[in-house]
């Protein structure tokens, strides 16, 4: 492989990832598992969510700690080397979050953030089943039964 088709397959690569990122993997099997069946990065929707539940007009995004700054956790602060950096880079994403959340509220969308930090909680398991309210006629998953005692 030639180092232009290399650079190219890398870059691919990270795009993937980004889209794909082991967190909002966890969170999909979870749902999943649940008994919910969802729609993936509605481009259609402002922010891109997620997850979509059309039939419950509800969006769930999966944010990591570091880039959407979860203001509760170690992971949500400026970095100390070059804060001048990172300080309007990251409160450009928080704006930007909130306004996404605003516009898709006002589209008659709920709207629920899933941190990073929280993804494997017994916690939020119970959180997104008051958030979608009862699954369908799929069977929750031994693993998210046990994720909901
Ligand atoms: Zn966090």
Redesign the pocket.
Known sequence: MDKLSQARRSENMRRIKSLNTSPEISVRRLIFGMGYRFRLHSKALPGRPDLVFPGRRAVIFVHG?FWHQ?T??N??RIPSSRPEYWAPKLAGNVARDTTRKDELRQLGWRVMVI????VMSPKTAAKIKRFLGKPGPNQPSAKAKKLLK
């Open positions: 700690c979860h509760k956790c992971e949500g941190w990073e930090c929280e």
